[in-house]
């Protein structure tokens, strides 16, 4: 069964980069989509974006300016990198698989903090 | 775009049945059968519950149903149990722009 792991900092400072892995076991990270998914403390869960694993990738209007996704299929790994972020960009990240219309599995996330 | 409007909380008693419920548009719910609804524990992952509207995924027990009329998705949880408490969001594809858009979340408690 596949399971994901989200690593990465917890800590990040305003106007910098926020920059999170995904690690994919018990399963092919090729052939797939993958996407990344956030939970500001408290509220409601968002759409960052999605990639296929040759590339291709859609993202949310809102984000779509700071958010670029990549993967590294010999490691099964796939990233995720929002710039110039802002207090309001604190939340927990989730990635997730996507087959068509639904996201499953999850990982049990990483909460990032944007503080100076 | 807005989130899908789910009512913030809603509660039963153990053995009762439950219905949450997840308003869109045209432009998502109303336009295409690809809702899904998530299980969220407090310090836990979402998990999948049902897709496609009204399919579960195995393991999921069949308590839990799905359906939808118009621009509106209905999640019903019946015969609840302690263990359904948690908080669930309904989710739908919102076309090619937006993609993807989230409801705001409903509290579930058991009483």
């Known amino acids: 069964q596949v399971q994901l792991q989200e690593s990465g900092p917890g800590l990040v400072k305003p106007s910098e980069t926020l920059s999170l892995t995904c690690t994919v076991s018990?399963?092919?990270?090729?052939?797939?989509?993958w996407s990344w998914i956030r939970q500001p403390p408290g509220k409601g869960l968002e759409w960052i974006g999605y990639?296929?694993?040759?590339?291709?990738?859609n993202y949310n209007p809102s984000l779509k300016s700071r958010v670029s996704m990549s993967v590294d299929t010999s490691k099964s790994q796939f990233s995720l990198k929002l710039t110039s972020v802002t207090a309001a960009d604190t939340a927990v990240y989730y990635c997730?698989?996507?087959?068509?219309?639904?996201?499953?599995?999850w990982g049990q996330g990483t909460l990032v903090t944007v503080s100076s | 775009q807005s989130a899908l409007t789910q009512p913030r909380s809603v509660s039963g008693s153990p053995g009762q049945s439950v219905t949450i419920s997840c308003t869109g548009t045209?432009?998502?719910?109303?336009?295409?059968?690809?809702v899904s609804w998530y299980q969220q524990h407090p310090g836990k992952a979402p998990k999948l519950m049902i897709y496609?509207?009204?399919q579960r995924p195995s393991g999921v027990p069949d308590r839990f149903s799905g359906s939808k009329s118009g621009n509106t998705a209905s999640l019903t949880i019946s015969g609840l149990q302690a263990e359904d408490e948690a908080d669930y969001y309904c989710?739908?594809?919102?076309?090619?722009?937006?993609?993807?858009?989230f409801g705001g979340g409903t509290k579930l408690t058991v009483l």
């Open positions: 997730a698989g996507w087959t068509s219309s639904w996201f499953d599995p």
């Open positions: 018990g399963g092919s990270i090729s052939g797939n989509y």
């Open positions: 990639f296929y694993y040759s590339g291709s990738t």
């Open positions: 045209s432009s998502d719910v109303g336009g295409y059968n690809y």
């Open positions: 496609d509207v009204s």
């Open positions: 989710c739908s594809f919102a076309g090619r722009y937006t993609f993807v858009i």
